[in-house]
C-alpha cells in the first residue's frame, strides 16, 4: 500500500514539474547553440554556460542578495504591521476611514521613483531610504486588502456579537481578522513582491550595494552575464516568496474550506 | 386561547412595542421601515412574525434586541429599555442560512458565544458537548460547517444560540432555506425545546404554515411601510406534532392566515 502512494506521490511530481523543466532545458539548449552557431557577441546575449559561470565567479553575491532581501523585508514588516493597524481603524470607524482612505490612495499614486530622489535627501544613501521606499509601496495593497477583508465579515455574525455585549477586541479578534486572512494573505502575495520592487529601485540611485546596485553597475559596464545573473536572482526571490506566502495562507486557512477568497 | 396567551393579559408582558416606528435614511432619502408598531408579548410566548419580503421583520428583531434604536415609539422589554435586556444577554439570535464561522468546528461554534458572555471556562466544553449531543450532533463537534448538510448547520447554529441559555430566542427565517423534511423535523425539535426550556420565542417567517404551526400567535405585516396588519391567535392544541398539519382546524387557520396576509 505505502508502495504504491509513493510510487503514485512520485509520478505526481514528475507530472507536475515535468514539462516545465524539459521545456526549460530545450529552450537552454537552443540558447548555448544559437550563441554559439551565430557568434552572438556576449555583451548582446551571454550563452547560459557564461551565466552560469558568472554565478560562481560575481563576488559578494549572498551579500548583495542578502542585503536587498533585509531592505524589502524591512520595509514589508513595517508595512504589514501599520497597514494593519492602519485597517483595524479604518474598517471600524468611519471617520477614520472618511479622514485617512485619501491619503492611502495617494500614497499610491505618487509614482514610487519620484520619491526616492526626495528620500535621499532627507535619509541620505543608505539602507534607511531603501527600507522607507519598501514600506512605501507595500502600505497600499496592506491597507486595501486588508480593510476590504475586515468589512466582508459576515453582518449576522456582528449582529449576534453586538447582541451578547462582545467588545471591540472581541468582535475584530474573533470575527473581523479570522474572516480578513485571506484577503489579506492576498495582500502580503502582492505586497511582498512590491516590496523587492522598491529596494531594488532604491538601490538604482547612488548605492553602494545590493542588487539594484549590481544591475546597475552591469548594465552601465555592459556585463550582461551579470546583469542576467541579477536577474536570475530577483526572479528566485519572488518566486520563493509567492511560493511561501501560498505556504502560509493554505497552513493559516486550514478548515475554512468554505470561506470566501479573493482573486 | 392557550395558556401563554391568556397569560399575556394578566401579567406584564416580556417585550412590549407602543406605537414603534423606524426610519432609515437610503441614499438620502428618508425610508420608514416600520410603522407605528404596536405589540405585547408574554413571558414564554411563541411568536411568529408573518409577512412578505421589506415588511420589516427583521428590522423588528433588530430593534427588539436593542441593535437598532426606534426612530418613534417606545420599546420595553421586560419594563425597561431594551438595552439593559442585551446588558443581561438576554438575546439569542438564529439566522436564515446558519450564519456559523467557517473557521471554527461546530463544537467551537457552539462554544463563541460562551467566550463573549463570560461563561465559566471550566464548563464550556462541556457545555458544547451536552448542546451538540441534545441536537443529534454528537459526533460531528470536530466537523467544520462547510462538511455538514444545511439542516446540521442550523441545528449548530441554534445550539449556539441556547448554549449560555438566553430567555429570549431571536429567529430570522432560520429554516426558510432548507428542504421540506428537514424543515419539519427542526420544526418539532425546535417546539420541543420551548416546550422544554420555557423561552420566549420572536421567529420571523414568510411561510404561512411554519408561522402556524409554530406560533401561539401570529402577527401578519404587510410591506411598504411595515406595519403591523393583524394579530391571529392560533387555536391549536399542544404539544403540538406531524398529525397537526392534518387536521381541519390546522388548514383553516392557515387560511386565515393568508386570508389576513393578501388581504
Known amino acids: 500500500m505505502t508502495a504504491t502512494a509513493i510510487t503514485v506521490s512520485r509520478r505526481g511530481q514528475l507530472e507536475r514539474f515535468g514539462p516545465p523543466l524539459l521545456i526549460l532545458a530545450l529552450i537552454l539548449v537552443v540558447w548555448e547553440l544559437a550563441v554559439r552557431l551565430l557568434e552572438v557577441p556576449p555583451w548582446l546575449l551571454p550563452a547560459p554556460s557564461k551565466i552560469a559561470l558568472r554565478f560562481g565567479r560575481t563576488q559578494d553575491l549572498a551579500y548583495h542578495t542578502g542585503l536587498t532581501l533585509l531592505e524589502a523585508g524591512f520595509g514589508f514588516a513595517i508595512s504589514a504591521v501599520l497597514g494593519l493597524a492602519?485597517?483595524?481603524?479604518?474598517?471600524?470607524?468611519?471617520?477614520?476611514?472618511?479622514?485617512?482612505?485619501?491619503?492611502?490612495?495617494?500614497?499610491?499614486?505618487?509614482?514610487?521613483?519620484?520619491?526616492?530622489?526626495?528620500?535621499?535627501i532627507w535619509l541620505g544613501f543608505g539602507i534607511t531610504t531603501k527600507i522607507v521606499i519598501a514600506a512605501i509601496i507595500t502600505f497600499f495593497?496592506?491597507?486595501?486588502?486588508?480593510?476590504?477583508?475586515?468589512?466582508?465579515?459576515?453582518?449576522?455574525?456582528?449582529?449576534?456579537?453586538?447582541?451578547?455585549?462582545?467588545?471591540?477586541?472581541?468582535?475584530?479578534?474573533?470575527?473581523?481578522?479570522?474572516?480578513?486572512?485571506?484577503?489579506?494573505?492576498?495582500?502580503?502575495?502582492?505586497?511582498?513582491?512590491?516590496?523587492?520592487?522598491?529596494?531594488?529601485?532604491?538601490?538604482?540611485?547612488?548605492?553602494?550595494?545590493?542588487?539594484?546596485?549590481?544591475?546597475?553597475?552591469?548594465?552601465?559596464?555592459?556585463r550582461t552575464d551579470l546583469l542576467f545573473v541579477a536577474i536570475i536572482v530577483l526572479a528566485a526571490i519572488g518566486v520563493t516568496t509567492f511560493w511561501l506566502f501560498g505556504f502560509l495562507e493554505r497552513r493559516a486557512l486550514h478548515g475554512a474550506v468554505e470561506q470566501e477568497r479573493p482573486r | 386561547m392557550n395558556l401563554a396567551a391568556a397569560a399575556a393579559v394578566a401579567a406584564p408582558p416580556c417585550i412590549s412595542l407602543r406605537g414603534v416606528g423606524v426610519v432609515f435614511a437610503a441614499r438620502g432619502r428618508p425610508v420608514q421601515a416600520l410603522a407605528d408598531a404596536t405589540l405585547d408579548i408574554a413571558e414564554g410566548e411563541f411568536v411568529a412574525l408573518l409577512g412578505p419580503t421589506?415588511?420589516?421583520?427583521?428590522?423588528?428583531?433588530?430593534?427588539?434586541?436593542?441593535?437598532?434604536?426606534?426612530?418613534?415609539?417606545?420599546?420595553?422589554?421586560?419594563?425597561?429599555?431594551?438595552?439593559?435586556?442585551?446588558?443581561?444577554?438576554?438575546?439569542?439570535?438564529?439566522?436564515?442560512?446558519?450564519?456559523?464561522?467557517?473557521?471554527?468546528?461546530?463544537?467551537?461554534?457552539?462554544?463563541?458565544?460562551?467566550?463573549?458572555?463570560?461563561?465559566?471556562?471550566?464548563?464550556?466544553?462541556?457545555?458544547c458537548k451536552e448542546l451538540l449531543a441534545s441536537m443529534g450532533l454528537a459526533d460531528f463537534g470536530h466537523s467544520y460547517p462547510s462538511e455538514l448538510s444545511g439542516g446540521m448547520k442550523q441545528r449548530v447554529a441554534i445550539a449556539r444560540a441556547l448554549s449560555w441559555n438566553p430567555s429570549i430566542l431571536l429567529m430570522d427565517e432560520p429554516f426558510s432555506?432548507?428542504?421540506?423534511?428537514?424543515?419539519?423535523?427542526?420544526?418539532?425539535?425546535?417546539?420541543?425545546?420551548?416546550?422544554?426550556?420555557?423561552?420566549?420565542?420572536?421567529?420571523?417567517?414568510?411561510n404561512i404554515s411554519e408561522a402556524?404551526?409554530?406560533?401561539?400567535?401570529?402577527?401578519?405585516?404587510?410591506?411598504?411601510?411595515?406595519?403591523?396588519?393583524?394579530?391571529?391567535?392560533?387555536?391549536?392544541?399542544?404539544?403540538?406534532?406531524?398529525?397537526?398539519?392534518?387536521?381541519?382546524?390546522f388548514v383553516e387557520q392557515v387560511r386565515d392566515a393568508r386570508r389576513a396576509l393578501m388581504s
Open chain 1, 86 to 120: 492602519l485597517s483595524a481603524g479604518i474598517a471600524n470607524s468611519r471617520f477614520l476611514e472618511r479622514g485617512l482612505f485619501p491619503y492611502v490612495i495617494v500614497s499610491n499614486a505618487v509614482p514610487i521613483i519620484a520619491i526616492v530622489p526626495l528620500l535621499n
Open chain 1, 141 to 222: 495593497p496592506i491597507v486595501t486588502n486588508t480593510t476590504r477583508g475586515l468589512k466582508s465579515a459576515d453582518a449576522r455574525i456582528l449582529d449576534l456579537m453586538h447582541s451578547i455585549n462582545a467588545t471591540g477586541p472581541q468582535v475584530f479578534f474573533k470575527v473581523q481578522l479570522p474572516s480578513a486572512l485571506p484577503f489579506i494573505f492576498a495582500g502580503f502575495r502582492i505586497a511582498a513582491s512590491l516590496s523587492l520592487v522598491g529596494a531594488v529601485v532604491a538601490e538604482f540611485y547612488g548605492a553602494d550595494r545590493g542588487l539594484g546596485y549590481l544591475v546597475i553597475t552591469a548594465a552601465t559596464q555592459l
Open chain 2, 54 to 127: 421589506g415588511c420589516g421583520k427583521s428590522t423588528l428583531l433588530r430593534l427588539v434586541s436593542d441593535l437598532l434604536r426606534p426612530t418613534s415609539g417606545a420599546l420595553s422589554v421586560r419594563g425597561a429599555p431594551a438595552a439593559d435586556a442585551r446588558r443581561r444577554n438576554d438575546f439569542g439570535f438564529v439566522f436564515q442560512e446558519a450564519a456559523l464561522l467557517p473557521w471554527r468546528t461546530a463544537h467551537d461554534n457552539v462554544r463563541l458565544p460562551l467566550e463573549v458572555v463570560g461563561y465559566d471556562e471550566t464548563k464550556r466544553s462541556g457545555r
Open chain 2, 177 to 206: 432555506a432548507l428542504d421540506e423534511i428537514t424543515k419539519n423535523q427542526l420544526q418539532d425539535e425546535l417546539l420541543r425545546i420551548w416546550q422544554r426550556e420555557q423561552k420566549t420565542i420572536l421567529f420571523v417567517t414568510h
Open chain 2, 212 to 249: 402556524v404551526y409554530l406560533a401561539d400567535r401570529v402577527v401578519v405585516m404587510s410591506a411598504q411601510p411595515g406595519r403591523i396588519k393583524e394579530v391571529i391567535a392560533v387555536d391549536l392544541p399542544r404539544p403540538r406534532g406531524p398529525e397537526v398539519r392534518d387536521t381541519i382546524e
